[in-house]
């Protein structure tokens, strides 16, 4: 460990030397990072931007052609309408329950799952890998309905089991992905560990897991937003309104003839803002992460 | 990289195989453990039984599903309420947003609620399947009478002859809907009469600018969808014979199709298209009709409410018919709202107590009158606390709603199958890669099959 | 002898730990599976034997459904547009999340919020994306004809014509690929910066240092990438069910957005034939495990891990 230590004090102080003297040339390059990246940004903004705009925007303007680029008067009460129009606070505590619970899940089984099938060499483990990656091929209409049938006989149905519990026992495809970043951790790490006699548990707790931050955050933050998202789960399982999450309330807006576009649109906004929050600050972690995988 | 060997792969293989064999029964018979209404508390205890049955005197609760969504539900949520108001021994707790799919997971999946309202043509698929209640001991116990719904509509709920649900409400296609500026600027004064006519009214009122763009367009067939129902009612068409067999090529069908195709003769193909794809988004304030940019449109009741009043921008007219068949005029076709019964229903007696509360001529004006609908009860029709002022612009739909021409696709258990071969063999010929003909004779082809099989 | 076989005892002794040990930890998927995902994959391909309407018991067809498939236009039609979607669609989309990863990796002031805005996309309610789609892609007024307009190229139909729905729906993906850019970040996380200064040293350029250091070392991801995309790729439902709607029929124009999960969907809950769609969902099932299989056996050329000797 303390070999790694090294270089990375060469590297800042090189970085350091680095600074001193930049060039014009290294000016310039800077600057056309970010103007492509100020370009490319612009349209990734666009979808944002047109769901902020609509939102606050008149059933005239949403639809008017030519394109309404800024509209005379801002309809801010669209907010303030959508969130009395349905249990705004209710659906989204629901789904905050909902999400956080599954991260917890995920959190807690994927990565042991997936340390098993990356980093012990059992027999039977590509067998195991084979039968979980066959699950995901599998879509999920021809299965649907006797997964309803395996709740309800549970006496699941109408409840948050269904949207919970599975988390818990870990889903293949975030086990998948923890397996990749597991078995990119060199073996020497673990090595000395397991020669001083550590048991399974201790190493990847205390050291593959420390190391996989950027992962497991990563995994966090994916379980969250496919979570918040989905809208076929819920619709499927929960009877009662009161017990709604975000993503079906959100079609209290939607008519059969008739749409309240300023509200939905509105409702959407609202429904996006948290989790661009907690993006933000996830992939702070990422650079974390880079100073953490330098001192290993 | 050895991950996947062959003996892996034998090994699962085998063990799928030979474990489907054990679980293929059992799927079925689950309908003692459903307990969808009762199961209303927190999840822990969701899997309690349902127990109101030992307790003779009290409320029976019965739940009912609905399509309709919080937009929507007011009317529905009113009417419930009052049924649960002034009925002593049922109550009823109504659940909306149910979509199709999921009343066909819940109630296959052991979870029926009592009674749903769904689209009509889910009710033969349904039905044959085995998944909703037969009426025809309920109607005949009860007495009610089936002669007091409109026929068009209760025709709908009619599978191998027997009735399997009730039409709540109904849409209509009969009408003709215009731009007013639009005629008045081609100096048209009256709506048209006849197909042929309306054909002659679509030419003046279509406008090209000085490079053969469409500017203007008098009327697109297929607009905002291919109407694979609409179009051969009003021809005069036919679906099914009496002996069983389909009739999608028959003669007044496929003239339908080539009266649409006429249009696309006249003003092109790509033209169309490319206009159609300018035209402002449907049902917003930059509806094409509204803007003018299209003049004439196939109207439902529930388009254009506001605008279509005596000074709004939108008339009315009845659809034209074909000059050479008269008795044809008023034609048009229906699309109901279904309720029905699942089979597996717990409380089945009560949810029919509360149909036919649904059917009666006061609901249904107490539901018209503030969901804007047309009803299904020929009585309440011309029931005068419908004729209010404000609820005007729905009176020719109600009177239009009397015409015996009224029709409508014949249900069944391949009713899907056999609207969807509609929907891409017309398609074809309009675009004009086949004929009419040829295409109709691929449905029937196609569609013969399952009629002789289910 | 009994030296070998001492021998051959400590190693069946050690196998055997690392099974224990190895079970202990792939259990929570293990239980899930037996309790939650076995019964329904048991019962669909059970399913996928019989006729079955979703009400009535299954009746045993053998491989009938199977057989019937084969004569099915519909089945190749769906087939063909969701291989279509597949092919044409998921390379370009990865390259394009690297290119992004890599880019948002660099030290750049205002990091943060350049990846945010990266994710955005990603985050927007369908119902608001679609109607922007819908939007850009109109081809009278739409954004995209516009600008082609500009430079001298008359735009296609996008939304109408049966050739243009598809790249219409994979020129949308671009903007979905904000989740793919973030596990690619947290993959780039993992390359030691040791190897880059070491390269530095010795004068490689940029592009030979992504191919020798930084390629190899995430390839694990881009395995995942690969086959997750493959996967979600082949069950592609939402966008078409979406797309399709704008033209008010299943399959959108021509049957050209009917693809493989909207006409197994279509199978199932509209014509109520489960048996049928089961038989489909397995057709499907053995086509993507060929294409994973043929992926994950090549890759033992082109995937490095670090933990492997």
């Given at each position: ?23 014009g ?95 012990i ?50 889903a ?52 969250f ?72 | ?47 309690s ?18 399509t ?9 949520t ?54 909703v ?14 002669g ?22 109904m ?60 179009w ?8 099914l ?22 249009f ?31 003049a004439m ?54 949810a029919?107590e ?63 199958e ?37 | ?25 792939t ?39 199977y ?16 291989l ?31 990846r ?7 985050l ?19 954004l ?17 014509d ?20 973030v596990?690619y ?40 990438q690969?086959?997750?995309?493959l996967i ?64 994950f ?13």
């Amino acid at each position: 460990m303390a070999m790694a230590n090294e270089p990375v004090s060469a590297d800042s102080l090189a970085l350091k030397t680095l600074k001193k003297k930049r060039t014009g040339k290294q000016i310039a390059k800077s600057l056309l990072k970010h103007f492509v990246l100020c370009l490319v940004g612009l349209c990734f903004l666009g979808p944002f931007a047109y769901l902020l705009q609509t939102s606050v925007k008149s059933i005239e303007d949403i639809f008017a052609v030519p394109f309404v680029w800024w509209p005379e008067k801002l309809y801010w009460e669209n907010y303030s309408n959508a969130v009395q129009a349905i249990p705004f606070l209710r659906y989204t505590w629901n789904t905050l329950f909902v999400a956080l619970l599954c991260v917890l899940g995920e959190l807690i089984a994927a990565p042991l799952t997936a340390y098993g099938l990356a980093r012990i060499p059992f027999k039977g483990r590509n067998v195991i890998f084979l039968v979980m990656m066959g699950t995901i091929m599998l879509p999920m209409q021809s299965t649907m309905v006797p997964m309803y049938v395996l709740y309800n006989k549970l006496g699941m149905v109408n409840s948050y089991w269904p949207l919970v519990l599975p988390a818990f026992f870990g889903a293949a495809y975030y086990i998948f992905l923890l397996r990749q970043f597991f078995m990119g951790i060199p073996q020497e790490i673990t090595e000395s560990a397991k020669i001083d006699g550590a048991s399974e548990f201790r190493i990847y707790s205390q050291m593959i897991l420390p190391l996989s931050r950027p992962a497991l955050f990563t995994v966090g933050l994916l379980v969250f937003l496919n979570t918040w998202k989905d809208y076929q789960m819920p619709l499927i399982y929960l009877n009662e309104p009161i017990k709604w999450t975000l993503s079906v309330g959100l079609k209290a807006f939607i008519g059969e003839y008739d749409v309240e576009w300023g509200m939905l649109m509105a409702a959407a906004a609202l429904f996006t803002i948290p989790v661009i929050v907690l993006y933000f600050f996830v992939q702070k972690v990422f650079i974390q992460g880079i100073t953490m995988t330098g001192t290993k | 990289m050895s991950m996947f060997g062959k003996k892996t792969m034998a090994i699962t293989g085998s063990t799928i195989l030979s474990l489907s064999l054990l679980a293929g029964c059992g799927s079925n018979d689950n309908e003692e453990n459903a307990s969808p209404g009762a199961s209303s508390g927190s999840a822990t205890n969701a899997s309690s039984p349902a127990s109101e049955s030992s307790a003779p005197k009290e409320k029976v609760e019965i739940s009912f599903w609905t399509t309709y969504s919080d937009q929507d539900a007011g009317p529905i949520t009113a009417l419930v309420d009052q049924f649960n108001q002034t009925n002593d021994h049922i109550t009823v707790k109504m659940l909306g947003n149910q979509d199709p799919t999921k009343q066909l997971t819940a109630i296959s999946g052991g979870a029926a609620p009592d009674i749903l309202l769904t689209y009509w043509n889910n009710i033969g698929p349904w039905a044959d399947a085995g998944a909703v209640l037969d009426l025809t001991d309920k109607i005949s116990q009860s007495g009610f009478d089936i002669g007091s719904v409109v026929p068009a509509a209760m025709d709908r709920m009619k599978i191998n002859d027997k009735y399997y649900a009730m039409p709540f409400t109904m849409s209509m296609a009969n009408s003709l809907m215009y731009n007013k500026k639009d005629f008045a600027d081609a100096g048209l004064t009256k709506p048209p009469e006849t197909l042929e006519e309306m054909f002659d009214y679509a030419k003046k009122l279509t406008k090209k600018d000085d490079s053969g763009n469409i500017t203007q367009i008098g009327f697109i067939p297929d607009y905002p969808w291919i109407d694979n129902v609409f179009w051969p009612v009003v021809f005069g068409g036919s679906w099914l014979d009496d002996s069983g067999k389909v009739t999608p090529n028959a003669e007044a069908n496929v003239k339908s199709i080539e009266y649409q195709r006429s249009f696309y003769e006249e003003f092109g193909q790509n033209q169309i298209d490319k206009f159609k794809s300018g035209m402002g988004k449907r049902g917003t304030p930059q509806d094409p009709l509204l803007t003018g940019q299209l003049a004439m449109y196939i109207g439902w009741e529930y388009n254009f409410m506001p605008e279509r009043g005596e000074d709004g921008p939108i008339g009315v007219a009845a659809f034209p018919y074909p000059a050479d068949r008269p008795e044809l005029k008023g034609s048009g076709m229906v699309s109901p709202r279904a309720v029905f019964i699942p089979q597996k229903a717990k409380h089945a007696d009560e949810a029919w107590e509360f149909m036919q509360y649904l059917m009666t001529t006061d609901a249904q004006v107490k539901y018209s009158l503030e969901a804007h609908v047309i009803p299904t009860i020929t009585a309440a029709l011309s029931d005068e606390r419908l004729m209010v002022e404000e609820n005007k612009t729905m009176w020719e739909f109600y009177e239009r709603a009397k015409s015996e021409n009224l029709n409508g696709f014949p249900n069944s258990a391949y009713i899907n199958e056999y609207l969807q071969a509609l929907t891409e063999e017309t398609e074809k010929a309009l675009k004009g890669t086949i004929s009419a003909q040829e295409a109709m004779d691929n449905v029937a082809k196609k569609i013969q099959p399952l009629a002789d099989g289910k | 002898m009994a030296k070998v076989s001492g021998n051959a005892v400590g190693i069946r002794k050690r196998e055997r730990k690392l099974l224990v040990k190895g079970l202990l930890f792939t259990s929570p998927w293990i239980i899930g599976f037996l309790i939650f995902q076995l019964y329904p994959i048991l019962a669909s391909f059970y399913y996928s034997l019989t006729e079955y309407n979703l009400f009535k018991p299954p009746e045993w067809v053998g491989f009938g459904n199977y057989k019937d498939l084969f004569q099915d236009d519909k089945f190749y039609k769906s087939m063909y547009n969701t291989l279509y979607i597949t092919i044409v669609g998921v390379v370009p989309h990865m390259a394009y999340a690297l290119l992004m990863a890599l880019l948002l990796n660099a030290k750049v002031k205002g990091q943060s919020i350049y990846r945010t805005i990266y994710f955005l996309p990603t985050l927007v309610p369908a119902v608001a994306g679609s109607l922007l789609w819908m939007w850009l892609l109109n081809s009278q007024y739409g954004l995209i004809n516009m600008g082609l307009e500009a430079i001298g190229i008359m735009g296609p139909n996008w939304l109408v014509d049966p050739d243009w729905t598809k790249p219409s729906l994979i020129l949308m993906g671009f903007w979905g690929t904000g989740t793919i850019t973030v596990m690619y970040l947290a993959a780039l996380q993992d390359v030691p910066k040791m190897f880059y200064e070491a390269a530095e040293i010795d004068g490689a350029s940029k592009w030979r240092q992504f191919w020798t250091i930084t390629f190899p070392s995430i390839s694990p991801m881009t395995l995942f990438q690969l086959i997750m995309m493959l996967i979600s790729s082949f069950q592609y439902f939402t966008e078409g069910m979406v797309f399709a709607e704008a033209s008010q029929s299943v399959g959108g124009p021509e049957n050209s957005l009917l693809f493989y999960s909207i006409y197994l969907y279509q199978q199932a809950f509209s014509f109520l034939n489960m048996g049928y769609a089961s038989a489909m969902a397995w057709i499907l099932f053995v086509v993507v495990m060929l294409f994973s299989l043929v992926i994950f056996k090549t890759s033992a050329r082109w995937v490095y891990y670090g933990g492997d000797k």
